[in-house]
């Protein structure tokens, strides 16, 4: 399909309150890296993960998104290295940091809460009847933590999602997210499948963050 809305609802009665913008507390979505089976990463699938990252924290949770340049300074003050966001193969993207590499960062920053992710399509086509089948699966890390209480608010690890497959979690009302017009478009056969893929995978593993936001955590040592 050339133009597919990903994942629209309703959920305005359970998004945080909103504040007023000074006021918002402050999160680095920083450090992310994305790869894929194929050589090169498509850009379409980064950039609708990186918008939806953005709307997440903007839209839902009404926090302030530190700005990247600023963010990529800090990094480098942290860990004395630059950090890279796209690799042509995923043998070669690095780790998730640790929750206190990112706490550590979150500091130098300024920020209230760190998201650190990494994203790695697997993407295959197969020949069926007239043409190529494409699917493409999406397989993230993610962790959040919490800067001033010093908690791992999420940490999940290997959270996979199938862009030609129902995932169970969407099927919730409670558990949808709104897309704010993120838009799963047309650029190649394996383009749509690897947002759609990126888009449910982001919208699961954050869930329970977004869910439980505010609650106790586990308190990084």
Not at 50 to 73: G, N, P, S, V
Not at 174 to 179: A, D, H, K, M, Y
């Amino acid at each position: 399909m050339a133009l597919i809305t990903a994942f629209v609802a309703s959920l305005t009665m359970l998004a945080a309150p909103a504040l007023e913008p000074e006021t918002r507390p402050k999160v680095a979505i920083y450090p992310w890296s994305y790869a894929e089976n194929e050589k090169g990463t498509n850009q379409g699938g980064v950039d609708t993960s990186e918008k939806l990252l953005r709307q997440l924290f903007t839209e839902r949770l009404h926090m302030q998104i530190l700005d990247e340049t600023k963010c990529a300074k800090a990094w480098i003050d942290t860990a004395n290295k630059v950090w890279k966001d796209t690799y042509d193969k995923p043998k070669d993207q690095p780790v998730l940091p640790t929750a206190k590499q990112l706490l550590d960062f979150g500091q130098k920053a300024g920020a209230d809460y760190v998201c650190a992710g990494r994203l790695t399509w697997k993407v295959k086509s197969i020949w069926v009847a007239l043409g190529p089948k494409t699917k493409a699966t999406a397989f993230l890390d993610c962790r959040i933590v919490n800067v001033k209480k010093k908690t791992i608010e999420l940490d999940v690890k290997q959270f996979s999602s199938d862009s030609t497959r129902a995932e169970k979690w969407y099927e919730t009302a409670g558990s949808l997210l709104v897309t704010w017009g993120v838009t799963v478009v047309s650029g190649g056969p394996k383009t749509p499948h690897m947002q759609r893929a990126a888009i449910k995978a982001i919208g699961g593993a954050t869930n329970p963050f977004v869910t439980s936001y505010g609650q106790k955590a586990t308190e990084i040592k």
